[in-house]
């Protein structure tokens, strides 16, 4: 699935002065689209934090209809990066084009209470395209076709965050941001749902870009895991291993362990 | 120096006596009663006013009895004929009229300009350092203070009174909506610049309803307020409305005008709380809340 359109999201902060690196952005947007097509094109990206530069000069390319997972430990900065590449935090030195259209889930589900479901889904699109069909088809979608006229407090966590997926997905954007949505679900539901989101995006073929936790997870979803440390992607591992995936692969187990590497978790006495 | 060390205590633990064990007990089973079953047994607006009901005939006993001389305060009974005068001669309609709408002119007055500060300063940082800083400061200042300096600027006709009730109205409700605007999560904020709302849509769809909770209890509290300046305002230089009935039974110490007029305060405050309850229930069925069992 192309992209086409490019938007550049224009750093707002203190930019560091005669820094040789730093393009404008129509520059690297005119030179970019003479490159491979890309749903996310950062380079030299950073961001800085009373003094602490928690990304640092990090570049990053996801092709269209790519699912990329951000493995990392906490504190290294993924969610800075998510949120970035979201258009929320604009403090930024370097250059980052990501597609006009792309939606975010967070950890929390994050729904408007005062509004029912629906209108959540709803939220943010103009009017003439957006009515109760359209979210009810988009509720369908994770399941939550019924609950489309109940209030977000009656809905359980897992309901709550299909429902935020939900919301992301109606926008049909060509890139999904995805912070940690599994984080607080229960094991079980959390199984469900990463077949969920698996499933959603071979459906609708729109480049991913999965924070997580959970390396098993990371593989089981990703064609790219990447690790952050020290502000940049510091290492990277294409999984070439087809679909569905099985934990129990001799293949996807090295994948695994090697991961665990090098986010420092000693696997030698449980290997 | 050496240290003598007592010798170990190596008595063997005498294991217990293995006790046979205690017979099993079957656990008495008690049942669990259905909560639809415990509820709306008595509908809930008889047990609100029940209460009410309990004092009045309270007071009746005490009248009937003697315990409680006319002279001081007149009987339940008395004050309901009073009452029934007072309707019939069209002294009471004509009053309350009056101070309804003094009450309602002085809510929406205070209505436009609370939340219309609040809105300005709540929505937006220049308007927070211009407005805020000068309400705070007015709002220390007790507005039945007021009452003589509103006199002298608008005589004593309707002005000097709603004026009165817009100040007491406005404090309220400008606290409550802004501190219910600054309590809006930042994480729904976020959530919605995601989504795409503009500056406006963010307002709209996710400030103002968050806002809303704050906004209602302001709105009771500038209610209780509302009534309150309007007892002021009316005993200073009223020709109408039921302070100014009041007053009068005053010079003639009639205690039982006097009750029946604080009964209506009592009454329309009632109602007025009754209004904003069900306004609440309609625009906050949304809410997480405790409802209370
Ligand atoms: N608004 C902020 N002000 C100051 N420091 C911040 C701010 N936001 C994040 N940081 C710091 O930036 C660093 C990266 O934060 P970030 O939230 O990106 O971590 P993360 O990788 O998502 O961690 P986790 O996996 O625990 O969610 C942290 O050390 C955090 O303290
Ligand atoms: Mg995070």
Redesign the interface.
């Known amino acids: 699935m192309a992209t086409d359109l490019h938007r550049t999201v224009t750093p707002s902060g203190p930019e560091p002065a005669g820094d040789p690196t730093t393009d404008t952005p129509v520059d690297t947007a005119a030179k970019a689209d003479q490159e491979r097509p890309a749903a996310v094109r950062v380079q030299g990206l950073s961001r800085v934090f009373d003094g602490r530069r928690v990304l640092d000069d990090l570049d990053l390319e996801i092709a269209p209809g790519e699912f990329v997972a951000l493995l990392g430990r906490s504190g290294c900065g993924k969610s800075t990066l998510l949120r970035i590449l979201?258009?929320?935090d604009r403090e930024i030195s370097g250059t980052a084009l990501v597609p006009r259209r792309k939606?975010?889930a967070?950890q929390?589900p994050?729904l408007?209470?005062?509004?029912r479901v629906w209108r959540n889904v709803l939220?943010?699109l103009d009017g003439s395209s957006a009515d109760r069909a359209r979210a009810e088809r988009a509720l369908e979608e994770v399941g939550l076709g019924e609950r489309a006229g109940a209030?977000?407090?009656t809905l359980s966590g897992g309901e709550a965050q299909r429902a935020s997926l939900a919301?992301a997905l109606v926008?049909e954007p060509d890139l999904l941001l995805l912070d940690e949505p599994f984080g607080a679900l229960d094991a079980l539901t959390r199984i469900k749902a990463q077949h969920l989101v698996g499933e959603v995006w071979q459906r609708h073929g729109c480049a991913v870009l999965l924070v997580t936790h959970d390396v098993e997870e990371a593989v089981l979803l990703a064609d790219r895991v990447l690790v952050m440390d020290g502000g940049v992607i510091a290492h990277e591992v294409d999984v070439a291993l087809e679909r569905p995936r099985s934990l129990t692969d001799p293949r996807f187990a090295a994948l695994r362990a090697g991961l665990l590497e090098r986010l420092g978790v000693d696997t030698s006495a449980a290997a | 120096m050496s240290i003598d060390h007592a010798p170990p205590d190596i008595s063997p633990v005498s294991s217990l006596p293995r006790s046979p064990a205690p017979p099993r007990k079957d656990p008495e089973l008690v049942p669990l009663a259905a909560v639809a079953g415990r509820r709306s047994r008595v509908p809930r607006w008889v047990r609100r006013t029940s209460g009410p009901l309990l004092l009045l005939a309270l007071w009746q006993v005490l009248s009937g009895t003697g315990a409680l001389p006319a002279g001081i305060l007149a009987a339940p009974g008395t004050i309901a004929r009073v009452a029934v005068d007072l309707v019939a001669d069209g002294s009471l309609p004509s009053a309350m009229a009056v101070s309804l709408q003094r009450v309602a002119v002085g809510l929406l007055l205070g209505l436009v300009v609370g939340v219309g500060l609040a809105l300005v300063s709540g929505l937006f940082r220049v308007g927070e350092d211009l407005v805020d800083a000068s309400v705070q400061m007015l709002r220390t200042v007790p507005f039945v203070g007021l009452i003589p300096l509103f006199i002298i600027w608008f005589g004593i006709g309707e002005a000097p009174k709603v004026a009165i009730i817009t100040m007491g109205v406005m404090f309220p409700l400008y606290l409550n909506v802004y501190a219910g605007i600054r309590g809006v999560d930042a994480q729904l904020i976020e959530a919605g610049e995601s989504l795409g709302l503009s500056r406006w849509g963010l307002v709209r769809h996710v400030v103002l309803p968050g806002a809303l909770p704050g906004a209602m209890t302001g709105l009771r509290y500038s209610l209780g307020i509302a009534w309150l300046a309007l007892v002021f305002a009316e005993q200073v230089n009223a020709d109408a409305g039921i302070g100014y009935l009041m007053v009068q039974a005053r010079d003639f110490l009639r205690t039982d005008v006097i009750v029946v007029c604080l009964i209506v305060y009592a009454f329309l405050g009632l109602l007025a709380d009754f209004a904003v309850r069900t306004l609440e229930r309609l625009l906050l069925q949304w809410r997480p809340t405790f409802t209370g069992r």
């Open positions: 979201a258009g929320l939606a975010v967070f929390a994050r408007m209470p005062w509004k939220l943010g209030w977000p407090k919301r926008r």
